[in-house]
């Protein structure tokens, strides 16, 4: 009724409103607020949007204005575990710079870098503080904290009322009502217990993991440890209700990706002890190579395995259209899931970051040039023959981001969006000095974050700032 006055009486007036109406729903307002960093990833639910900070604390922000609805803050204390700190001789080797040292723990302030969680008015987030917390959604007050004693890897899996942590020590289950443990999965106990005058072994690797499967749950360790003999690494199927082994499997290797587990099979690349230190070379040999395997999940038993050149800088695996793609040092391959027949490789030194995929490519970025100036190209490659579709240079230090929605976003100092067929670039944001999160785009809007930085020796500081960017624009 009353467009139809507005018609009859106001027509110019009408078309003005409309003309309105029209230019704001193209574009979503966008907004930035001062934030230390973070290498947690936003989540937004139920309208609010969760984020863990560099400066300890867990925010609760309006995903529309930014504006902070509450926030918590963790304890402060040691950063990490136990750090070998050496004072060598003059032309000490570098097994004494190594082995020749004392244990001491880092004190500071600790970040949070893993996800939150939010589960039934609940946000789980683990902090670097080595501890898990349940937080009240709405208020953010503490419903509960769990002392895990040693760092917290990767999010948690949760189910049934149990939720379920991976730290130094190997898998916690607990009760998301309480925060009492159920069980507790230890890992490594087929390797004896690290001893001070032990100069070879230096500690524990935090676990990896936990992955759920049809009936069980899987994680990887592995110990950290300079060794002129084989070493082992382990893949571990754990009762969800019981924390009982339901098998271990111990592969050759120095260490080993978190699992990724699919059709029955746990899939882990390993790192090939031929590489390990050797006398009079203690750095490793130069043949270097990686193993993909392929684990049944019931049983454990090796389905098939293949060989590679050695993965310089950890990557999940990606799975896809029953393709695994992983990336090594040299190329980037392709793999048939249930056979580890090689499909095809993409010859591509020095990629950045994890590859993505959509629908019809998968796009990686591969690095040249310096840390000062970087050189940066991203590329897009057939799913199925591994063939380049078209390549775009960027500039900044550019990391394989997201797609969404036919659009390619990558970036490191600088945000870009491209178009995903044919590779032009939609706009770039060129303010932030790195992205030290991934990207969320919900509501129309893109979320990312950089850190705040402290020059050593000087009083400048570059402020970070968490982003709401307009995902047509990329405008703040």
Not at 13 to 30: I, N, R, T, V, Y
Request: aromatic residues 10%; neutral net charge; glycine residues 10%.
């Amino acid at each position: 009724m009353m467009i139809t006055f507005l018609r009859e009486t106001y027509p110019k007036l009408l078309l003005c409103l409309l003309l309105f109406s029209s230019s704001f729903s193209a574009e979503c307002a966008g907004w930035k607020i001062k934030f230390d960093g973070s290498d947690s990833d936003p989540v937004i639910a139920d309208g609010v949007l969760y984020v863990g900070s560099a400066d300890g604390a867990v925010y609760a922000l309006d995903p529309i204005n930014g504006a902070t609805k509450w926030r918590f803050q963790t304890g402060e204390g040691l950063t990490s575990g136990p750090q070998i700190i050496t004072t060598p001789r003059k032309g000490a080797t570098f097994e004494e710079m190594v082995t020749k040292g004392v244990n001491a723990p880092r004190q500071g302030k600790k970040g949070i870098d893993l996800t939150p969680v939010v589960r039934k008015g609940t946000v789980f987030i683990g902090s670097g503080d080595f501890s898990f917390y349940a937080l009240d959604a709405m208020t953010g007050e503490k419903k509960w904290s769990y002392a895990a004693e040693s760092k917290i890897a990767g999010s948690a899996v949760y189910e049934d009322g149990t939720a379920y942590i991976v730290t130094e020590k190997g898998l916690h289950a607990l009760d998301t009502s309480t925060g009492k443990r159920k069980w507790l999965f230890e890992t490594l106990q087929e390797i004896p217990v690290q001893q001070m005058n032990d100069v070879r072994r230096l500690g524990k690797r935090p676990a990896q993991g936990p992955e759920r499967g049809e009936n069980a749950l899987f994680l990887t360790a592995w110990p950290f440890r300079m060794s002129t003999t084989p070493q082992k690494c382990f893949v571990y199927a754990v009762a969800p209700e019981s924390g009982k082994t339901m098998w271990v499997n111990a592969l050759d290797g120095l260490d080993i990706t978190a699992p990724v587990v699919t059709k029955g099979l746990v899939f882990v690349t390993a790192e090939d002890p031929r590489s390990a230190p050797q006398p009079g070379n203690p750095l490793g040999s130069s043949s270097n190579q990686e193993t993909l395997y392929a684990i049944n999940a019931v049983d454990g038993q090796i389905k098939w395995k293949l060989g590679a050149e050695r993965v310089y800088g950890r990557s999940r695996l990606l799975i896809a259209n029953n393709t695994i793609y992983f990336k090594t040092d040299k190329r980037l391959i392709a793999v048939e899931l249930e056979t580890g027949r090689l499909l095809w490789s993409f010859g591509a030194e020095n990629i950045q970051g994890d590859p993505k995929v959509d629908d019809q490519h998968l796009y990686v970025v591969t690095h040249k040039g310096t840390m000062a100036r970087p050189d940066d190209t991203l590329h897009a490659l057939a799913l199925a023959t591994g063939q380049e579709k078209w390549s775009q240079r960027l500039s900044g230090g550019a990391y394989m981001r997201m797609v969404h929605e036919g659009v390619v976003y990558a970036g490191g100092a600088n945000l870009y969006a491209l178009d995903a067929d044919a590779g032009t670039k939609l706009w770039s944001f060129e303010e932030m000095r790195r992205i030290s999160s991934a990207q969320l785009i919900s509501g129309g809007r893109i979320f990312a974050i950089s850190p705040t930085v402290t020059y050593f020796g000087t009083s400048k500081v570059d402020q970070g700032y968490l982003y709401a960017l307009d995902a047509k624009t990329g405008k703040p």
